[in-house]
């Protein structure tokens, strides 16, 4: 199958490339920019995509590839940072620019011959650079320029060498899967054969093969993404996987015993529950830290997983459903993308633990996750769930976690998921949830004085949880789900609608 490799050189978008390759039917890698010559010609990749980066090319330790990459003869685009660096590299010069460009700007086109081949004359792009090309090196044309950036896009026909400024990965390009698309097909000559059967197949085949006849224990969270974990689990290795279930304490209104139920009768995956919100809940006493917060959740979660193992006895591996956006929001383990939040599932296992991790859906995104479920067999109810995080709602209670706190927000949440659900927006939304914030505010009701508790809603539209927008609910939903909230949890009286998009704010508060 064709491949194309992506050096990553630290983008938060350098997954959405991957993803938009993806979509467009073509087996995508992404690996650190300082990868070897030598290893990624054993890779034997078709193209090469430079992804952008936060760094400046001309800086000192920037991270820069090897100039061997030209010698490979292969396509090559370079995005963002990406074309700053084939600039840098080949004699042209790359400065600071006049003016920071961040957002929506024109492109206008000069030549649309490969490349731009079937693009408008001036279509939309999204622009997030701080540095521009001022001279590009010999072999180039310019092809493209917008009013800030008269060097926009350049291509080397002859080597096959191209370069964007802008992000043709992000949507709001809104030709970019055009322009990557003739990259691909019209400039690589790649062939469109990737699809999720085929992964699907594969990964099955490689965890029996990995495993063989040893034990794997399997951390279930709730969600869609560690359910099909179990189940391709389950698929590949029969009954030596043992799925553990924790309650910590966190999850919403009598989701342990729905889910236990669900997870037993259902799908007949074989789960050992864990009760140990107690645990958890006197571990986070007094803590009011998110990056604390998370660290003692996953340490607690760790030290239970332990436990189970040693009754079950001779567990080899430990297999979790991390996705593609985990880890690349978490840290990224394959280039220098800067931490935004530690994740609880991601970053590997303790040293003093000897199992191997196995992490199926690593490379996948959401809906591919949700994708594979529906091949699985899991129901649309179950598919269409809501994300939600490893670290439940102490992520959501902002300043000390108690268990009063935990069962105010488990009976807004309710209230909010009946409203969402009644009104039929449930599968359009990618997350609904409240958050209670640590502050008081004063209200009257029946002519008294009230000082209690604020809620903030955050309801947000994403396609895979790495950029999103806020949802503009109708009034009179929000009418609704306000009166029902401050009418039925007395400890609130007042609600706050969060209207901040993802980037530049994070979905979850903390
Ligand atoms: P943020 O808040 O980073 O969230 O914009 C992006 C998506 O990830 C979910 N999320 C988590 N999921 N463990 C998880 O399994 C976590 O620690 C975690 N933190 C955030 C979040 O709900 C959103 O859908």
């Known amino acids: 199958m064709d491949k194309i490799i992506i050096l990553d050189f630290g983008s938060q978008y350098t997954q959405l490339i991957a993803r938009r390759i993806r979509e ?27 992804s952008g980066g936060p760094r400046s090319v001309y800086e000192e330790n920037a ?7 030209f010698n490979l003869n292969i396509p090559i685009l370079g995005i963002c940072y990406g074309l700053q660096l ?64 008269p060097i926009a896009v350049i291509e080397n026909r002859e080597r096959k060498i191209y370069g964007v400024q802008f992000h043709p990965e992000v949507k709001h390009t809104i030709e970019g899967k055009k322009i990557l698309s003739n990259f691909l097909f019209k400039i690589s000559n790649l062939k469109a ?25 399997c951390g279930l969270s709730g969600g869609v993404d560690s359910t099909v974990t179990a189940l391709i689990l389950r698929k590949a290795i029969g009954d030596n996987v043992y799925s553990i279930f924790i309650d910590n304490g966190l999850l919403r209104e009598n989701e342990f015993q729905y889910l236990m139920r669900k997870f037993r009768e259902k799908l007949h995956l074989k789960v050992i529950g864990v009760n140990a919100s107690h645990i958890f809940l006197k571990n986070l006493k007094g803590v009011k830290s ?23 006895g001779n567990v080899e591996f430990f297999a979790q459903g991390t996705t593609y956006p985990d880890v690349i929001e978490s840290r990224s383990v394959k280039g220098p993308s800067s931490v935004i939040k530690s994740h609880h599932n991601v970053g590997g296992l303790p040293p003093d633990l000897d199992w191997k991790l196995i992490e199926p859906l690593k490379e996948l995104f959401k809906d591919e996750v949700r994708e594979i479920g529906r091949k699985l067999g ?18 959501r209670i902002i300043g000390e976690v108690t268990r009063k706190r935990v069962k105010i927000l488990q009976r807004v949440d309710k209230i909010l998921t009946e409203e969402i659900k009644k009104a039929g927006i449930y599968n359009k939304l990618w997350q609904a949830f409240p958050i209670l914030l640590p502050i008081k505010s004063v209200g009257v009701m029946g002519d008294e004085r ?39 949890v007395k400890e609130v009286n007042r609600v706050v609608y969060d209207i901040t998009n993802k980037p530049p704010a994070t979905i979850e508060w903390e």
């Open 63 to 69: 991270p820069l590839c090897s100039k061997e990459i």
């Open 378 to 395: 899991l129901d649309e109810e179950f598919i269409n769930r809501h994300p939600f995080p490893g670290p439940g709602l102490a992520v």
């Open 290 to 312: 998110p990056e604390r917060k998370r660290k003692i959740i996953g340490n607690l979660f760790i030290k239970i997983f332990k436990e189970e193992a040693k009754k079950i």
């Open 86 to 149: 084939i600039a840098h590299l080949l004699g042209g010069k790359v400065k600071p620019a006049e003016k920071r460009e961040y957002g929506f700007a024109k492109l206008n086109i000069i030549d649309n011959k490969e490349l731009l081949s079937g693009i408008r004359n001036e279509t939309q792009i999204w622009m997030s650079h701080g540095d521009v090309v001022v001279s590009y090196p010999r072999g180039f044309i310019v092809s493209a320029s917008t009013l800030n950036t």
């Open 24 to 50: 467009l039917k073509v087996y995508s890698e992404i690996v650190p920019y300082n990868i070897t010559i030598s290893e990624l010609k054993k890779s034997n990749p078709k193209a090469l995509i430079l």
């Open 193 to 217: 054969e990737w699809n999720l059967t085929s992964f699907l197949e594969n990964i099955i085949e490689k965890i029996k093969n990995e495993v063989n006849n040893g034990k794997v224990i």
């Open 450 to 488: 009230t000082y209690k508790y604020v809620i903030a809603l955050r309801v947000v539209e994403s396609i895979d949880g790495m950029t999103a927008s806020w949802y503009p609910m109708p009034h009179n939903l929000m009418q609704e789900i306000s009166s029902r909230i401050v009418n039925e």
